[in-house]
C-alpha cells in the first residue's frame, strides 16, 4: 500500500515562498509518476506539476517558471517549491503517485494513490 504525507505549506504573504514536502512509503526503484494538484472550495481540482519516471517535468501555465517540481529517490520524497507566490495560488495541496502517466491538465487515473493534502495561503 503506497501511502504520500504531505507537508510544509502555511501562510506566506504576496511574493514569498515555500517548499512543500511528500513522503512516501514507495519502494527504492519502483516506477510511478507523480505529481501534484491543488483545489479550492467550489473549484475542480486542478493539477500544478507532474514528474514522469525519467525526471522530465510538466508544468501549469499558471506556475510555470515559479514552480519547481523536484523528486528525491533516495529519500522517497517529492518536493514542490514554490517562488514568488500569488494569492491566487492560495489552495489545499494534494501529492499523487500513479502507475500511469500524469498529463496535465487532465487528473492522474482512477488507481492512483493521494495524500491528505497541505494548506498554503498566500495573502495580498
Known amino acids: 500500500q503506497v501511502q504520500l504525507v504531505e507537508s510544509g505549506g502555511g501562510s506566506v504573504q504576496s511574493g514569498g515562498s515555500l517548499r512543500l514536502s511528500c513522503a512516501t512509503t514507495?519502494?527504492?526503484?519502483?516506477?510511478?509518476?507523480m505529481g501534484w494538484f491543488r483545489q479550492t472550495p467550489g473549484k475542480e481540482r486542478e493539477g500544478v506539476a507532474a514528474?514522469?519516471?525519467?525526471?522530465?517535468?510538466t508544468y501549469a501555465d499558471s506556475v510555470r517558471g515559479r514552480f519547481t517540481v523536484t523528486l528525491d529517490t533516495d529519500k522517497n520524497t517529492l518536493y514542490l517549491t514554490m517562488l514568488n507566490l500569488r494569492p491566487e495560488d492560495t489552495a489545499m495541496y494534494y501529492c499523487v503517485a500513479d502507475y500511469y502517466p500524469i498529463v496535465l491538465p487532465k487528473g492522474p487515473s482512477g488507481d492512483a494513490h493521494w495524500g491528505q493534502g497541505t494548506q498554503v495561503t498566500v495573502s495580498s
Open positions: 514528474i514522469g519516471i525519467d525526471l522530465h517535468t
Open positions: 514507495i519502494k527504492p526503484h519502483t516506477r510511478y509518476f
